[in-house]
């Protein structure tokens, strides 16, 4: 009998043991559960997006406020580069003779960026200019960088200085504060090259009319090839 108590007693504890172990299982698995269903997002809420991996942006280069063109992209020419710099800086006409092909063009049209930047005056003063002959656009009412102008050689001389029954500016009323390009100059009319005499000595042209007198600004920089 004694035997049979001591099984019984044992037996006993071992089930209590088991029935802790089950029990404890039994509430480690509904914490978890719990802790899972609080961390899920609700039915109603924004559902949580796993964030995707965004390669490294480059830098984009800045726009050039003068164009595509730019006079840092000159090699070579070292004597034609140097006259270029020493006409720009001192506001000195220039005059480029070379066989076709060797950079005359690409010089002249890339002498803008080496001018100085505008000053607030001078864009208001050569945006006037282009807003009387319908030149300025909706996006860009305010010229901000230096005009270059480039006629064909056979332009005639009222359109190079400006003219017509109301006059209005011409082209060399146009290129003030920056360039004005005459390419084949020797092809160029008399009465037209006559005509720049006086603009390029007065920095400014006057047309004469029945009506009245007209005076406007022409101060730019003469390059011919």
């Known amino acids: 009998m004694a035997r049979e108590k001591r099984k019984n007693k044992k037996s006993g504890k071992k089930r209590s043991r088991e029935l802790w172990v089950g029990l404890a299982a039994v ?14 997002p609700s039915s109603s809420g924004p559902a949580e997006t796993i964030p995707r991996f965004t390669a490294p942006q480059t830098r984009q280069p ?11 992209e000159v090699n070579g020419q070292k004597v034609l580069r140097r006259a270029a710099e020493v006409a720009a800086s001192g506001n000195h006409n220039l005059l480029m003779i070379g066989p076709p092909g060797s950079g005359k063009t ?45 006629p064909h050689y056979s332009v ?29 100059i020797c092809e ?3 009465d037209s090259l006559q005509g720049l005499r006086t603009p390029l000595e007065d920095k ?5 009319r029945v009506h009245g007198t007209y005076t406007y600004p022409a101060d730019f920089l003469l390059v011919s090839a």
Do not use: W
Not at 106 to 131: D, H, Q
């Open 27 to 40: 509430a480690t698995a509904m914490v978890v559960l719990l802790a899972l269903c609080i961390s899920m």
């Open 106 to 150: 690409m010089i002249a049209k890339r002498m803008p960026t080496i001018l100085p930047r505008l000053k607030l005056e001078e864009s208001i003063s050569i945006s006037k200019v282009y807003s009387i002959n319908n030149l300025l656009s909706h996006t860009e009412p305010l010229i901000c960088s230096r005009p270059f102008r480039a």
């Open 204 to 208: 400014m042209i006057r047309i004469a």
């Open 156 to 184: 005639t001389a009222q359109a190079l200085t400006g003219g017509g029954v109301r006059p209005k500016p011409g082209e060399i009323s146009l290129a003030t504060g920056g360039i004005l390009f005459l390419d084949e």
């Open 62 to 72: 800045k726009p050039n406020p003068y164009g595509p063109e730019d006079f840092a």
């Open 188 to 190: 160029a009319h008399r």
